[in-house]
């Protein structure tokens, strides 16, 4: 499904980017074509994501052995650090423009705005679903385009009206301050995924409170948590018994456990049992 959200999205916004470089040069809006130039850019970053995410649905294997789910966290970086270009690339186009404003063709730019408005927010509603850091990056991506549309749809009431172009980069800045300021956000996010930081603090302070509750536990130590794109989390924990259970007693205790661990929806998890007295090798 994550694959076929972000198919979606590269079609739309490729396609989408055609038509703005025909209708900026039409309406003779420099706004426009930037914003084409800047969907290209996004294009190219979509299809980058998506070829990504599909590697990443490569089963294990000897070399990796996790499979190759990480690959979608390196599509997200690259993304996010596009994105943050873009934004700072729209930033440096739009405060010149507050000294010398443009005055586009209002009529043109209203129609391409409702175009736009639907094409981006369609393709917006597609990823809205997904988990993966990858595809809250590219909802990031389309969202941009989204509020930027809308900046030049009321820009083109506006001019059908009054003469004020100064209106276009005055809304530009605002949305992409917006924008880079959460791609940001999912750039931490990222990062502290790929140093294998915990993906969500409460959930590993949650995971250990239920493990220490059970009977047969004295100790829990080296519980580690982690996650391999941001969706699908890795878990491994090292359980001090309070007795020396036999194998029908350790089973019984294994099942507790994956009960417990179930609601966490853990895509890997390995749980040693460490018997009183005996020494932990990894201590």
């Given amino acids: 499904m994550s694959s076929q959200r972000i198919g979606w999205a590269f079609f739309l916004n490729l396609c989408f980017t055609v038509i703005e470089f025909i209708g900026g040069i039409l ?5 426009i074509i930037a914003d ?3 969907d290209l850019g996004d294009s190219m970053s979509i299809g980058m994501a998506w070829v990504l995410h599909k590697l990443g649905q490569k089963h294990p294997n000897a070399t990796f052995t996790y499979g190759y789910q990480r690959l979608s966290l390196v599509g997200a970086l690259i993304n996010a650090v596009i ?12 405060i010149p423009r507050l000294w010398d404003p443009v005055m586009p063709h209002a009529e043109g730019m209203f129609g391409l705005a409702i175009l736009g408005v639907v094409v981006n927010g369609f393709a917006a509603y597609k990823l809205s679903s997904g988990k993966t850091l990858n595809e809250r990056v590219l909802n990031w991506h389309l969202l941009e ?3 930027g549309w809308v900046a030049v749809l009321i820009v083109s009431i506006v001019l059908m009206f009054i003469e004020l172009p100064i ?10 301050l917006f924008i880079l300021l959460n791609v940001v956000r999912a750039l931490k996010d990222t990062l502290k995924l790929f140093v294998q930081a915990a993906p969500d603090q409460s959930m590993a302070k949650q995971i250990k409170q239920q493990l220490q509750q059970l009977n047969e536990v004295a100790d829990v130590h080296h519980l580690h948590l982690w996650s391999l794109d941001g969706e699908s989390h890795v878990c491994t924990v090292h359980l001090v018994l309070n007795a020396e259970y036999d194998v029908a007693q350790q089973r019984q205790l294994k099942a507790q456990i994956a009960e417990l661990l179930a609601p966490h929806a853990l895509a890997h998890t390995t749980v040693e049992f460490e018997f009183p007295a005996e020494l932990c090798r990894d201590h």
Avoid: E, K, Q
Wanted: without cysteine; proline residues 3%; negative net charge.
């Fill in 167 to 176: 209106l276009d980069p005055l809304l530009s800045i605002a949305f992409t």
């Fill in 83 to 94: 994105l943050m270009g873009g934004s700072i690339w729209v930033l440096s186009t739009a």
């Fill in 27 to 31: 309406t003779n809006s420099t706004a």
């Fill in 145 to 147: 385009d989204v509020l």
């Fill in 36 to 38: 084409a130039v800047h």
